[in-house]
């Protein structure tokens, strides 16, 4: 993960994710206040466990059915099903459906 993420908000605002203190990322985490990439590396920095999502995958070109993935949040879950199933998504109007569900 990117490591070079910044806080934008509180006492350590500017400061880069590696370089804050666990505790703070901790409160964050506990709060949900951080949000996508910064959250998943916090989560990694951490080694906070990851949750089990159930994706399933419609009108894919390759790749329709259902996985069972772990990850850090939903969007982490589909970025993964995608590289480890290799899932070719359409680039029609309807495009390729991902429902995700934490287990």
């Known amino acids: ?5 910044k806080l934008k908000f509180g006492n350590y605002k500017g400061t880069m ?14 709060k949900e206040i ?12 951490l ?3 990851k949750d089990k999502y159930k994706v399933e995958v419609e009108d894919a070109v390759v790749g ?9 949040n939903k969007n982490d879950a589909i970025r ?7 899932i070719q998504i359409t680039q029609s109007f309807c ?8 287990l």
């Not at 994710?17 to 506990?30: E, S, T």
């Not at 259902?66 to 850090?72: G, P, Q, R, T």
């Open 1 to 5: 993960m990117n490591s070079e993420i």
């Open 17 to 30: 994710l590696k370089d804050v203190p666990d505790n703070y990322l901790r409160w964050c985490i506990d």
């Open 34 to 45: 951080l949000k996508g990439k910064a959250m998943i590396y916090a989560k990694q920095k």
């Open 47 to 49: 080694n906070y466990p």
């Open 64 to 72: 329709n059915g259902i996985y069972f993935i772990e990850a850090y």
């Open 80 to 86: 993964q099903a995608k590289k480890e199933n290799h």
């Open 95 to 102: 495009g390729t459906s991902f429902c995700v569900t934490k």
